[in-house]
């Protein structure tokens, strides 16, 4: 079984910025996409961007313009670039990977914006 783990996660002003980063156990290519989703204090969990195996990515329509996905192939790393950072963008960022037989999670990040 593969295994994300997710790192860059704290607190931030609003305003600023955060990198987020998904390291993956096995070769991300493996998957047919990989995403972040967030969850914040009694919400639910919610997409906020994926990037498909052919490099098209989709945002949440709040994080549009601000948050970016990209990866790394050679460091089977995802990453989540976050700018203009607001309040309500404060929650536990988790990663997750997906394909036909697979369906993985990390543990989450804690990302925190103070106005």
């Known amino acids: 079984q593969a295994q994300l783990v997710e790192s860059g996660g704290g607190l931030a002003q609003a305003g600023g910025s955060l990198r987020l980063s998904c390291a993956a156990s096995?070769?991300?290519?493996?998957?047919?996409?990989m995403a972040w989703y967030r969850q914040a204090p009694g919400k639910q969990r919610e997409l906020v961007a994926r990037?498909?195996?052919?490099?098209?990515?989709n945002y949440a329509d709040s994080v549009k313009g601000r948050f970016t996905i990209s990866r790394d192939n050679a460091k089977d790393t995802v990453y989540l670039e976050m700018s203009s950072l607001k309040p309500e963008d404060t929650a536990v960022y988790y990663c997750?990977?997906?394909?036909?037989?697979?369906?993985?999670w990390g543990r989450g990040t804690l990302v925190t914006v103070s106005s």
């Open positions: 997750n990977a997906v394909r036909v037989d697979m369906d993985v």
């Open positions: 096995i070769n991300i290519f493996r998957f047919n996409y």
């Open positions: 990037i498909i195996i052919d490099g098209s990515t």
